[in-house]
């Protein structure tokens, strides 16, 4: 059976090579890639940056020779934070545009929308930014952090620093609710019980949790009753907060923070959505001593680090791209990983010899490596990426210093259920 | 924390090269052998670094910590020398480095600084570092320094720090570091003193109402239901103990009533203060004024640039950060006025007879506004820092007042005042009362109703500006700033009764104590929808809200 399988797989694959050859004969020496960001809207002074880097990334390989001896030809599209509307433009991009690969999205709720269209119409989409796991289409790769790529080791560090109650906040909605609820799994896994775990559970009519920690709306702005909770919380020492406020609340939660007499040393805040990017419009200095974990820093000493981080600020001074800012631009996670997949998504077609979906994905699942400025990355069959991790602090210049780092670690996107006690 | 850190080298450099007491000596070499040392065996050596009186320990281990100290490979057998690493002042200048055994300067050329390697602590050596840091601030002559730690010792409940903090309350004179130690004497005395010590630490931590011991308390209590507690206890006294656990929580329950109505009293007085121009333009002239929220924007922006302003003027020196802000003030109440004053100019004075319209024109106006703000401004926002006397707290009965907090409830009794002065006490104020009740009429005797309006509209302008201000100082400020607060500014007018400034402070103080004490026990989310809810039920049941206008020609 397994072997019929394979013959028949195979049968499709070179008629697909075939039929793609064809088609790409008939145009001319280049191949298209579609770029879906919101360049509006509310997630526009994130997004952008993904944006950008993509571009760079397709300008470098189209002046080393290109894909198969074709050129790139990305073709920008933008989402408007609009989530439905990420759909109708996935579909464009996939039917009108017939675009190889896309490179995009970066709310769970954009990916979730367009995951149905990449299904019914076979296209092929890399996902930059660290998520919640619990899912793996055929159709997505996820360059990702998994949970167990962010959250998790950070929170093996707090424990290693011997930190023994967690207080949970995030902003309201699927990421921070659901990493929360693994998070919860995990830490009553390693022994923490659960008074110790600070911000609050729901149960359902059952008893079971389904909610854990505190939840504030997009855009809070008031945090001094929570700040309050979380002083009660930490008077007994060794207490940490485990922080996934997205945007703009994180200023008024730090703020409130510091006013509240609380410190870095005392009650260490390690926040999941804060980049180097996000530190623009933040002020690093409330945030001095605070953590953060992504498997990228823009402080990594290495040479690739160093050659990218060079490379994209001199393409920026000269990029032909409409309002593009040139001044002030930082590297992060959710751009070098945008990075690192243009260059597995060329690798991968290489392997394949054809810009075929199927072909390409099978390429990607047969592990695939590549040296980005995060070390190296290698794709797995589960479409997560096996990659290095590393915990920082942040400095008052917005950058972090890496403190802890974790070699190669196995994206792991379905966790909950899978802790048991010690 | 940056200042803390830049003194702790300059300290470091200082004792490094200069002196070398006995005690200096003996820390540097045990911190060498640490630092070279693997395992359990480097746990341990750190842990002895608390028994030396040199000061110089807590600087090492920070810096070790950061990721500071290196190692230089020998030729050969010989161990590698750690050296300790000093960034340069100046940005892209060179770091520094001294040999760690003796303080000495490495000249620039006798290595190669690329070949350096980090010498990382293990994990487990990084946990005792606080710990190690703690013990040594026992013996500092700062007192707070002294209590904080003899606190946190106590709360870790390790057995063997335990004789030594008891050994410490001997020799103690300070009252509040005794004060300290006999609270984290107590806690550690739950899991590992005698019975006697366990109910002693009972009545003590009944008595000094310690929050920090409570969850002492109640896991000595689920211990001794899962029969997991060294010595059992008889009824009697676990009865004690669950009174002192109960005594606690009452204590925790009043600090928690007082607490909150002080954080109800602060979101009403910012509810106030970005609410109370809306009172006076929409309540009392009648423009629904869509724009509002951005000129809260204006206000905030403002504040934005004579932080800008003070800092190249001045260089960023602290003079700046302390004093922009009282410039900022008036700053922002004439920028947003202004403002104000070419809206009325421009589009409002053409819609007082049609509200809709002007509901309409200044939903675009404030569009307008965004994206203006967006192209001087950039997409990112904006960062004001808070000069220090509106940083900090006052702790009273374990209740936190945030300097802030109270500058803004007496920011608002200020504003408040000053609106109430104008509008009752002075000629405009008059004539801005009779224009508002009676056009025509006021017309006819002699005001001139296009000025006071354009007036009045400035100033309610001008007071939204003075919110943006406060509002900077505890958020950021971006473009749609102004979006957040405008659906607020209009609930609380409306609740308050359209038309009445009393009813504005009433509203908004309820509004923001009633959010306050839902959110413990909803959420923020549930507690928000909770207030809207009761504020669309009570307008069904006093549709003027609070206070009604009672005068015959507002219709």
Redesign the interface.
């Given at each position: 059976m397994k072997f019929l399988r394979g013959v028949r797989a195979g049968a499709i694959l070179s008629a697909g090579a075939l039929l793609g050859l064809q088609a790409q004969a008939e145009e001319d020496d280049t191949v298209k890639v579609g770029i879906l960001h919101s360049l509006s809207g509310?997630m526009?002074?994130s997004e952008t940056s993904l944006r950008d880097v993509l571009l760079f990334a397709i300008d470098e390989i189209n002046a080393s020779g290109g894909v198969l001896g074709k050129q790139i030809e990305p073709v920008v599209v933008d989402g408007a934070s609009d989530w439905p509307l990420f759909a109708e433009k996935s579909k464009q991009l996939l039917l009108q545009d017939k675009v190889a690969a896309v490179f995009g999205c970066w709310t769970s709720v954009s990916r979730k929308s367009v995951l149905p269209v990449f299904e019914e119409y076979n296209g092929l989409l890399f996902y930059p930014v660290q998520y919640e796991g619990e899912e793996q289409s055929p159709n997505i790769f996820y360059t990702a952090e998994a949970v167990n790529q962010q959250a998790i080791p950070a929170v093996d560090f707090l424990l290693?620093?011997?930190r023994e109650?967690f207080y949970l906040i995030g902003t309201?909605y699927v990421y921070p609710q659901t990493t929360n609820l693994v998070l919860l799994e995990y830490l009553l896994s390693k022994g923490v019980p659960l008074?110790n775990i600070g911000g609050?559970l729901r149960r359902d009519a059952d008893g079971e949790v389904i909610s854990a920690g505190?939840?504030?709306?997009f855009?809070?702005?008031?945090y001094?009753?929570?700040?309050?909770?979380i002083?009660?919380f930490a008077?007994?020492?060794?207490a940490a907060v485990i922080n996934t406020i997205n945007g703009?609340s994180n200023?008024?939660f730090f703020?409130?923070y510091?006013?509240?007499?609380l410190?870095?040393?005392e009650v260490p805040v390690v926040s999941f959505s804060l980049s180097e990017d996000e530190f623009?419009?933040?002020?690093a200095?409330d945030l001095?001593?605070q953590l953060g974990c992504w498997t990228y820093f823009m402080s990594l000493d290495t040479p690739e680090n160093e050659e990218f981080v060079a490379n994209f600020q001199e393409w920026l001074a000269t990029a032909d791209v409409d309002g593009i800012?040139r001044e002030g631009r930082v590297t992060c996670s959710p751009m070098v990983l945008s990075y690192d997949g243009v260059y597995l998504w060329k690798a991968a077609v290489e392997k394949a010899g054809t810009f075929d979906v199927d072909s390409v994905v099978k390429a990607l699942e047969s592990g695939i490596s590549f040296d980005g400025p995060g070390g190296t990355v290698t794709t797995q069959e589960n479409h997560h990426l096996t990659k290095n991790v590393y915990i920082g602090?942040t400095l008052?210049s917005g950058q972090f210093?890496?403190?802890?780092s974790f070699d190669e670690v196995y994206g792991e996107p379905f966790l909950k259920g899978t802790f048991s006690e010690e | 924390?940056?200042f803390r850190f830049h003194n702790l080298i300059i300290s470091a450099l200082f004792l490094l090269v200069s002196q070398l007491s006995a005690d200096d000596t003996q820390a540097r070499e045990i911190f060498v052998e640490a630092i070279l040392a693997e395992g359990s065996e480097q746990t341990a050596l750190v842990e002895s670094l608390s028994t030396t009186a040199s000061t110089l320990v807590p600087d090492f281990l920070e810096a070790w910590?950061?990721?500071d100290i290196f190692l230089l490979e020998a030729d050969g057998s010989a161990a590698p020398t750690p050296l300790l690493e000093v960034e340069p002042e100046q940005e892209g200048g060179t770091p520094t480095y001294f040999r760690v055994i003796d303080g000495e300067e490495m000249a620039a050329g006798s290595f190669d600084p690329a070949a350096l390697e980090m010498a990382r602590p293990s994990?487990?050596t990084?946990?005792v570092f606080?710990m190690t840091i703690d013990l040594l601030a026992l013996s500092t002559p700062n007192v707070q320094e002294r209590a904080d730690a003899a606190l946190?010792l106590g709360?870790?409940r390790d057995d063997d720090i335990l004789p030594k903090l008891i050994l410490l309350r001997e020799t103690e004179t300070e009252p509040s570091v005794i004060e300290a130690l006999n609270e984290g004497i107590a806690?550690s005395m739950l899991s590992h003193g005698t019975k006697e010590g366990q109910m002693d630490a009972i009545q003590l931590l009944r008595d000094e109402n310690s929050?920090?011991?409570?969850?002492?308390l109640?896991n000595l209590r689920h211990d001794l239901n899962d029969g997991l507690a060294t010595h059992p206890f008889s009824e009697e006294e676990l009865a004690k103990l669950t009174a002192s656990i109960a005594s606690i929580e009452s204590y925790?329950s009043w600090t928690?009533f007082v607490?909150?109505c002080f954080?109800g009293l602060?979101?009403g007085a910012?509810l106030l203060i970005v609410a109370l121009g809306l009172a006076i333009t929409f309540g009392l002239m009648g423009v629904i004024n869509m724009a509002h929220g951005e000129m809260i924007a204006v206000g905030a922006y403002s504040a934005y640039i004579s932080q800008t302003v003070f800092y190249s003027l001045f260089s960023e020196s602290t003079f700046a950060l302390e004093t922009y802000f009282l410039f900022a003030i008036p700053f922002s109440f004439l920028t947003a006025a202004l403002c104000g004053f070419i809206l009325e100019r421009t589009v409002i004075q053409f819609l007082y007879k049609r509200p809709l319209e002007s509901l309409l024109a200044t939903w675009g106006v404030s569009l307008i506004l965004q994206q203006g703000f967006r192209l001087i401004f950039?997409?990112?926002?904006?960062?004001v820092?808070?000069p220090s006397w509106l940083?900090?707290?006052v702790?009273i009965f374990d209740i936190?007042f945030?300097?802030?907090?109270i500058f803004v409830i007496g920011f608002a009794i200020l504003i408040v005042f000053g609106t109430w002065f104008l509008m009752a006490k002075t000629p405009m104020g008059l004539s801005i009362r009779a224009v508002m009740q009676d056009p025509q009429m006021a017309a006819a005797m002699g005001i001139r109703i296009n000025r006071v309006r354009m007036m009045t509209f400035a100033f309610g302008s001008g007071l939204a500006g003075l919110a943006g201000v406060f509002l900077s100082?505890?958020?950021?400020v971006?473009s749609?700033l102004g979006q957040?607060y405008i659906v607020d500014s209009f609930m609380v007018v409306v609740a308050g009764g359209v038309g009445n400034i009393v009813g504005t402070v009433i509203s908004a103080l309820g509004i923001g104590v009633t959010?306050?004490a839902l959110?413990?026990l909803l959420?923020?989310?549930m507690g928000?929808i909770c207030v809207l809810v009761a504020i669309i039920l009570f307008l069904q049941w006093k549709p003027g809200g609070l206070f009604p206008s009672k005068s015959r020609s507002l219709d």
């Open positions: 509310t526009a002074i290693e620093e011997g109650k309201d008074r609050g505190t939840y504030t709306p855009g809070h702005t008031d001094q009753q929570i700040m309050a909770d002083k009660k008077a007994s020492g060794d703009d200023v008024a703020k409130e510091a006013a509240a007499g410190t870095a040393e623009r419009s933040l002020p200095e001095v001593g800012e602090e008052p210093e890496v403190i802890e | 924390m940056l910590k950061r990721g994990r487990k990084r946990r606080t946190k709360l870790k806690v929050i920090a011991g409570l969850d002492a109640k925790i928690d607490g909150t954080r602060s979101l910012v950039g997409a990112a926002n904006r960062q820092r808070s940083l900090g707290n702790e936190t945030g300097f802030n907090r100082q505890i958020g950021s971006g749609n957040s959010d306050q959110q413990p959420g923020p989310v928000r």
